[in-house]
């Protein structure tokens, strides 16, 4: 059975039972900060399971985009080398919402995998809660008697914490599990050992396929478990294992999830993949294809859902899974130049029906790999050269473990691969070194992220919290929850909820509303106001002291109005790159402050001068025109996308949805907005740049940020004609400036080129010979430009010649050593060497060819010592 159709026949065999088939969330989370990415099935549901939402039915299935390499769930160092964890995997679930229980939701999962999909009963496994005391929650009879009726009980197996008690996180729903485990041995390593001793053993072939959690608890922030309102059912079957046991292979790696990337990677490289490997040198080649098949699907639709790979948070870990995959092709499979990239076109062709994200980004998403491939290849290159320098360096056959440290965290150049070579060398490096600095540098980043969140404190139970902010940006309001926050970062700070609230909360790239809450005798100050979840949370440096009273929460104005020009503004000006540059121009982020707007778009090239201005000119016309704002706040998705809108990948969208509409431009929005295009005022692009490949960055300011754009740029004109003492034409003015400026310049050049000649006859004469060696080290007055010429023409007058001339041009000391091309052949001398070791006297480095290299440092005052050393070192 092909994959397609396996997961078409668990979507629909749950709708047959009443199920409402959703799409998949984003991999990539939005309004969770306990969490990056999507890591389970349930993820997206996490409200409904506290009551702090409801959801459109309750019952629920589909097949969910999962990524395990951050937080509780990480099995990313684990991918490559077992045949059946992933980065991204897909999780097939169904969920009762306060719905049905184990009965149910057991005997649908038997009947799934044993008459549907035929699985032969006799290679199942399943296991029940053993009950633990410490959290005092008991054995799970209800689930063991419902197998029982199932299953022979010597298949049955009893499971601790670890394995049968499911929790997202530390914090959050979470319940007691009972997992099905699945068999596919041959018969006769079952004869041997039976299947039952290896289930949660790590045996490739014998591996849990499903996991269907009952959730009844809370986790709070003291560790406690707390019953949660109602009782939930929450499964998630691997869906590359289902295929694996279905297709009768022996690995993930062998079904046509990954058949047709490594067929592709084989092609690429030139290496095979065997299906069981001979010796060690085949398992490396099958590690690194595996990491490579598995790491690009990560990469590839976390960039297809808007993350970009980048050097912070959720960035950073996408681009950290491209490196390692980049890496295991450089080490294991020689491949030295960008190939990873070629494999999305075979994830498209494979995926995109089902997931049409990675078909309609294809072009970007392999652009971007590609770009991040070179980028880091070149790194790698560099890394190369300094640990070629390091070997040099190093007397004996033990490279420091912090210079092995300072490479991996510099140039992210990885640990293995400074082992492999230096183990080419006979050399290796200290690794208890390497790993306390390590050690080191993780204590000083998790101590800069530490946040530790404490329960809520619940006033009033149930959440009905209303948003007016779209009509009001003041109301009466009560607190309904707070909890304290400590973070390393931002200290102790207080989130609070209302019963409703007119404070916008960060979002769509709009940045949280700033405020305050007003009672009687206090004025709270909100200092930003973010989205978690269903939540609307009030962040406050300290809580009103009578948390129970009626507040007015009043939203700054004059920010909030900034905003919305720079958002509405923000519409306007997606609207004139598509209609300038073309249809391709795509929204990938934005940011929407008081200040001023950032616009993220896929365009391939630099927009030139002459469309930016077209693009300006097109927004202010539609500011000029006064459109008025229609909003239509409660339209199905299907009529706004009918009218126009155009959805974004990577966001979530309900099937009501809001709809922003100024003349031709419309989006799907829950932005705040103008009530008309003039409120905007004027529209002014600052900045047009590359934030990856394929994307381009605009910043632009509006309203009474362009007022004082243009009074500083008046300001600075008055200040350049002054100082040219406020000639009649500036810009002649400037023009002449510039001119007489290069003809100095020349001029200069020419007088330093006669300087040049005559220190080198002045030179010559002062030519000392020593052991042979014709030396001389000397300071001049030249600039480093000066200097290398000075080196060259001195090098022209004989043969077995030993220059070092220092310069300290601009206080910058500089050291630069010619050595004749016979003394670097028979005496071995070089010049490399020489300004390394001298370097040290001021205070710097350098490096070069063995008959020519320069060094810079810091201090000027060492060039005397280095100038002497050199005379020691010839005699
Ligand atoms: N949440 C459970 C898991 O991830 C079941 O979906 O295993």
Excluded at 222 to 245: I, N, Q, W, Y
């Amino acid at each position: 059975m092909k994959s397609r159709d396996i997961r078409k026949q668990f979507l629909d065999f749950f709708e047959s039972k009443g199920h409402l088939i959703v799409p998949s969330a984003p991999i990539v989370t939005k309004d969770d900060p306990t969490l990056m990415f999507n890591n389970s099935g349930m993820a997206q549901f996490k409200e409904f399971f506290l009551g702090n939402a409801t959801p459109k039915s309750s019952r629920i299935a589909d097949t969910q985009k999962c990524l395990r390499v951050s937080g509780k769930h990480n099995d990313l160092e684990d991918v490559g080398f077992d045949t059946y964890h992933h980065t991204m995997f897909e999780m097939l679930g169904n969920w009762s919402f306060g719905d049905y229980f184990k009965k149910e939701a057991i005997n649908w999962a038997w009947e799934l995998l044993t008459e549907v999909y035929k699985i032969p009963k006799d290679i199942l496994y399943v296991t029940v809660f053993e009950g633990s005391k410490e959290e005092n929650v008991p054995f799970d009879q209800e689930a063991y008697d419902i197998w029982k009726a199932l299953v022979p009980e010597d298949r049955i197996l009893l499971g601790n914490k670890k394995d049968n008690f499911w929790e997202m996180g530390d914090q959050g729903p979470c319940g007691p599990c009972s997992e099905i485990h699945v068999d596919i041995r041959s018969a006769e390593e079952k004869q041997q050992v039976a299947g039952r001793e290896l289930v949660n053993n790590d045996h490739p072939q014998v591996v849990e396929i499903w996991n269907n959690v009952f959730m009844e608890f809370n986790r709070k922030a003291d560790g406690s478990l707390e019953k949660l309102p109602a009782r939930h059912v929450d499964t998630g079957m691997g869906f590359e294992r289902l295929c694996m046991v279905l297709q009768g292979t022996q690995s993930n790696y062998d079904t046509d999830v990954f058949t047709p990337l490594i067929e592709k990677i084989e092609n690429l490289t030139g290496k095979k993949y065997t299906k069981k490997a001979a010796n060690e040198e085949e398992e490396k080649t099958n590690i690194a294809i595996r990491v490579i098949a598995d790491h690009v699907r990560a990469v590839a639709f976390a960039i297809a859902d808007g993350q970009l790979p980048g050097n912070t948070g959720a960035g950073y870990v996408i681009r950290r899974i491209l490196r390692r995959a980049i890496r295991y092709g450089f080490t294991f499979l020689d491949k030295k130049e960008p190939f990873i990239n070629d494999l999305v076109a075979i994830l498209s062709a494979q995926m995109g029906e089902f997931f049409p994200e990675i078909k309609s980004q294809e072009n970007l998403v392999t652009n971007v790999i590609k770009e991040e491939e070179a980028s880091f290849l070149r790194t790698l290159d560099q890394g190369l050269q300094l640990l070629e320098n390091v070997v040099t360096e190093t007397k004996g056959k033990e490279v420091s473990g912090a210079k092995a440290f300072e490479l991996y965290d510099t140039f992210g150049f990885p640990k293995d691969l400074t082992a492999l070579i230096l183990k080419e060398k006979g050399m290796y490096y200290n690794e208890a070194e390497f790993d306390t600095e390590l050690q080191k540098q993780k204590d000083r980043s998790r101590a800069a992220g530490e946040v530790a969140t404490d329960d809520w404190n619940i006033l009033v139970e149930g959440n009905t919290e209303t948003f007016v902010g779209y009509d009001q940006l003041e109301s009466e309001v009560k607190v309904t929850r707070y909890r304290k926050v400590n973070s390393k970062k931002d200290g102790t700070l207080y989130q609070i909820v209302l019963d409703k609230t007119p404070f916008y909360p960060e979002g769509g790239g709009q940045v949280g509303d700033k405020g305050s809450l007003v009672s009687a005798n206090e004025t709270i100050e909100i200092t930003d106001t973010k989205k978690e979840n269903n939540l609307i949370l009030h962040i406050a440096k300290k809580l009103p002291e009578n948390i129970a009273s009626t507040f007015t929460a009043k939203v700054n104005a004059t920010l909030r109005a900034e905003s919305e020009s720079n958002h509405s503004a923000t519409h306007l000006l997606h609207q004139a790159l598509r209609s300038i540059l073309g249809t391709h121009v795509e929204q990938k982020g934005s940011l929407v402050s008081p200040g001023y707007l950032r616009f993220d778009f896929s365009h391939f090239s630099k927009v030139t001068d002459e469309d930016l201005k077209h693009v300006e000119n097109f927004v202010n016309a539609r500011i000029q025109e006064h459109i008025p704002l229609t909003e239509k706040r409660d339209i199905p998705f299907k009529q706004a996308v009918e009218e126009g809108a155009m959805a974004l990948f990577g966001e979530k969208y309900g099937d009501n949805v809001r709809a922003i509409k100024f003349g031709e431009s419309i989006e799907l929005c829950g932005g705040t907005h103008v009530k008309n295009t003039a409120d905007i005022w004027y529209f002014k692009i600052v900045s047009e740049s590359a934030v990856a490949a394929g994307i381009r960055r605009i910043e632009a300011i509006t309203g009474n940020a362009v007022k004082d754009y243009f009074n500083n740029q008046e300001k600075a004109l008055d200040e350049i004609k002054a100082a040219l003492k406020n000639p009649q034409d500036t810009l002649k003015a400037v023009a002449s400036l510039q001119d007489e400026n290069t003809k100095l310049k020349k001029q200069l050049e020419a007088l330093l080129k006669d300087k040049a000649k005559n220190l080198k006859g002045e030179l010559a004469n002062e030519i000392e010979e020593i052991n042979g060696i014709k030396f001389i080290a000397k300071q001049v007055d030249l600039d480093a430009n000066g200097a290398k010429d000075l080196a060259y023409e001195l090098g022209t007058i004989g043969n077995n010649l030993f220059i070092l001339l220092a310069t300290a041009a601009d206080d910058k000391p500089m050291l630069t050593c010619y050595i004749s091309k016979e003394l670097v052949a028979e005496k071995g001398l070089n010049a490399g060497q020489v300004v390394r070791e001298l370097g040290k006297y001021i205070q710097g480095g350098g490096g070069g060819q063995p008959f020519f290299a320069t060094a810079g440092g810091k201090n000027p005052n060492g060039i005397t010592d280095a100038l002497n050393a050199a005379k020691d070192f010839i005699k």
